[in-house]
C-alpha cells in the first residue's frame, strides 16, 4: 500500500465571495442604467435578463479562473488589483463576443460594456480596500528590543501564515 504525500491530494474547488457574487449580479443592471440603455424599458425586460445573465455567468466564471478569492482580502496588494483587472476584462470580453454572436448587441449601447468594466472593477477593488483599511490597526509592526532576523520560507497563503509573517 502505498501512501500519497500532501501535495498529491490537492484539488481544485470553485470558490466565490458573496460581495463579488452580488457584485457581479448588480454591476451588469448598473452599467445599463447609467448607459440609458432601451432595453431596460418594460417592453424589453428578456433582452436585458439575457445581458445580465451572460454578464453574471461570464464574470463569475472569471473570479473563479482568476482565484479572486485565494487571497487573503485583508492583505490586499497591487498584484491582487491588477488581478481583479485581469479578471474583469476577461469577463466583458466573453460577454460581449457572446451577446454579439447571439443579439449581435440590439438595444445594449456601445458604451455599455466600457461602463460595465468601470463598474465591476471599482466596486471589487473599492471593497477590497475598505477591507484592507479596516484590517491597518492589525498590520502593525511593533519591533522589540531584542529583535533577531528569523528567516522562514512560507508555503501557501493562510490566516496562520498571515499571522507569522
Not at 16 to 22: A, G, K, V, Y
Not at 131 to 148: K, Q
Request: aromatic content about 10%; overall charge positive.
Amino acid at each position: 500500500m502505498r501512501l500519497r504525500s500532501p501535495s498529491s491530494r490537492g484539488a481544485f474547488r470553485a470558490r466565490l465571495s458573496i460581495f463579488d457574487s452580488i457584485w457581479a449580479l448588480l454591476s451588469p443592471l448598473l452599467a445599463l442604467y447609467l448607459t440609458a440603455a432601451q432595453i431596460l424599458s418594460p417592453y424589453n425586460l428578456g433582452a436585458a435578463a439575457l445581458y445580465c445573465g451572460i454578464a453574471l455567468f461570464f464574470s463569475l466564471l472569471a473570479f473563479v479562473g482568476f482565484k479572486l478569492r485565494d487571497g487573503l482580502i485583508q492583505y490586499f496588494s497591487v498584484n491582487d488589483a491588477l488581478d481583479v483587472m485581469k479578471a474583469v476584462i476577461v469577463a466583458e470580453l466573453l460577454t460581449g463576443a457572446t451577446l454579439f454572436t447571439l443579439t449581435r448587441l440590439e438595444g445594449v449601447p456601445r458604451s455599455a460594456p466600457v461602463v460595465h468594466i468601470l463598474v465591476l472593477a471599482a466596486g471589487l477593488v473599492l471593497y477590497r480596500l475598505a477591507v484592507w483599511m479596516t484590517h491597518a490597526e492589525n498590520r502593525t509592526v511593533r519591533p522589540s528590543g531584542d529583535a533577531v532576523a528569523e528567516h522562514i520560507l512560507m508555503i501557501g497563503a493562510t490566516r496562520l501564515s498571515a499571522q507569522y509573517i
